[in-house]
């Protein structure tokens, strides 16, 4: 299960960076190292590092095996605070913006990488819904191929918008591939738990 609680959007990072890219940049921002946290397979985290930026934020960078992203994401109560750490990030680092990732989704005709596509947009979302978004992932959802109607639902759980409560409902109740289903109730549970769905 994707982390709820975040508090900036995660900057998705291009293929090509890499540890060194990282290291480069985060040595040149004077940021202190705190190390490396413990996997947490039930987050979808494979590996993380943390940084201290000195004025009360962190900066995470993230190995998301699930999704299959690496991504950037700032610990901070100012979510304007934390947009402009993202903001210095994305101008050293090659990332995605929300406009690439939704773009993206488009060029993809095969399941496999439609399904990949939805993955990296849910992981990518910004933490407020985005009409354009919603709407592509609700699409997603009535696909005959069931490999990327379970992708909808777990980009519906990254977002952890409560605009697809409607969705995930339908597809917990009326998908006819009963794993689709189930991943679909449990992340309903899960997000009606965490209060981003009410019950």
């Known amino acids: 299960m994707p982390d709820l609680n975040r508090t900036s959007r995660r900057l998705i990072l291009r293929d090509q960076v890499d540890a060194s890219d990282i290291r480069s940049f985060t040595q ?22 943390k940084w201290d930026t000195g004025d009360g934020r962190s900066v995470h960078y993230i ?23 993202l903001s210095q990030i994305a101008g050293s680092l090659a990332a995605w913006t929300s ?9 993809h005709v095969y399941p496999a ?56 409902v339908r597809l917990a109740r009326t998908d006819p591939d009963p794993q689709v289903a189930r991943e679909a109730q449990l992340a309903l549970e899960q997000l009606t738990e965490s209060g981003v769905i009410e019950p």
């Open 113 to 168: 990488g439609w399904a990949k596509s939805l993955l990296r947009l849910g992981a990518g979302a910004p933490l407020r819904a985005e009409d354009s978004v919603v709407s592509h992932v609700v699409f997603s959802s009535e696909h005959e191929d069931a490999s990327v109607r379970s992708a909808a639902v777990w980009a519906m759980v990254y977002t952890a918008w409560p605009e697809f409560k409607e969705a995930m």
């Open 99 to 107: 406009e690439d990732l939704l773009n993206d989704c488009y060029v």
């Open 28 to 49: 040149s921002t004077g940021w202190d190292f705190l190390g490396d946290i413990d996997r947490d397979p039930e987050r979808g985290v494979f590996y993380e590092a």
């Open 63 to 85: 190995v998301d095996e699930f999704a299959d992203v690496c991504y950037m994401v700032v610990a901070n109560t100012d979510s304007d605070e934390a947009e402009e750490t």
